[in-house]
């Protein structure tokens, strides 16, 4: 028996080393089955070559040629698959990619490529087939998902395909600038979606320095005969409900074109202090033209407010954005504003007329991630007011951000400084004033349903001045419930 098994081991290595002899003969005495394969390699090398060099053409001529040499080399068919896809040669990309996976079923983005040729044929079951089993092997493969919102966009399933293109956009943010098969979807889902928002939110506020006045004023309690009254009398915290409307509608979109309008109107009822109650009612109408990763935006806006169920101010605006997507994840906007202000209150000293125009220039750096968003910026206005208490120049620099945090909470954070600078001494203190503005937001934000989100918030605005009578420190706290449609 043992005998037996030494005879077949010497019997297999006999046959192994007939079949290495022959192979090395072959290549030793056939030159053209050892060429054909070095050649092939040197085509697709040069094949690789000319593709990084963005000539195409000659790139697919010396592919072509390798396969033929070595129609068993899944690279050569992989390479000639994308080549053939910039050119713009669907059919020949599907055949390509297609061998590929006949002869390496595991090839790196085969199926992800076989997908997006079966998306340009049209062949979008197919499509789906394929790229969904490239999104399986590789979830991170951000194409996979901007390709499967694109096929779920042509087969009228607008949810999915704006779930995958979200997708893609988290895991692949480098792909979305300028990827025309995204604009693409976008706009083939905008049709199912609604041209208008409308948000609804009220719960309770807590102000602790609703009046906005120091300890002790002089100015503002002077009558019309110019004798000071002394402290303001009366508590100047109060409790309130906030009812606030937010709403937008966009009857106008394009690939180019979005013409809209935004309404906000905001009502704080006070429960002691009715005097100081507040309405205020913006609307704006804008327009929006794309061109290539410029927005321009012209808007005008109109604000109305009351304070204590009297006018309190007008303000007409104009003014210009310019937006510009500098990379995937960065975009810059330069602002431009005329305002023209109106204030209705009665006033004993015209001095304090504020009434008068605004010229602003803002810019802003805006860094979005998978994360959050964060938004930082530089603006600079210029007052003239009727009355010279009031024209100055201001300097501000906001601060923004949108944190995503577990448990489904979206933290938002706000702060600013704002530095003003009056031209002239103040009237009646006969000092030069100077602010130095802070205010903090602070919102944890989590939705209770479909249509309810919880805000729980806090804020704190604090005005240091030159002069006693514009000091003040303020707190807020909120507790909300926002309703949207």
Known sequence: MKGKQVSRRRVKFTFGFLLLCMYLLGGLFIPGLACASEESELLLARGNKLYLDGKYSEAKDNLVRASSLDPNNPDIWAQLGTTSLQLKDYPAAKEAFTKTLALAPNYPQAKLYLGVANYYLENYPEANRWLDEAKTADPKEGLAHYYLG????KQGRPQDALTNLELGMNVSPQFALGFKGYQAASQAVKPETRPFFINFTSGIEYDDNVKVLPDRTTTSNIGPNGHNFGQYKGHKADWR???ILTAGYEPVRTDQWTVGLRYYSYAGLNYYLSNFNVVDQLAEVYVKYQLNRLTINPFYTFDYTWVGQQPWSMFNS????????????LTGDLIYMWQNRDFKNTLYDFNYDRTGTINQVGFFQTLAGNLG??????????????GINFTANRYRLPLEGYLNLP??????????????????????????????YFQV???LR???????????????ISNPSTIQDYQYNRNIYQLLAMFHY
């Open 441 to 443: 937001v602070v919102q």
């Open 241 to 243: 409900t906030p009812l």
């Open 373 to 386: 968003t964060l938004r930082a910026g530089f603006i600079w206005e210029r007052e003239l007011t009727n």
């Open 318 to 329: 104009v003014g210009l954005r310019l937006t510009l997507a500098e990379t995937a994840n």
């Open 150 to 153: 694109l096929v779920a966009a």
């Open 446 to 460: 989590r939705p209770v349903t479909s249509w309810m989100d919880a805000i729980a918030g806090y804020t704190h």
């Open 407 to 436: 448990w489904k909470i979206l933290a938002y954070g706000y702060f600013e400084y704002a530095r003003t600078a009056c031209n002239n001494r103040d009237s009646f203190a006969n000092t030069l004033r100077r602010d130095d």
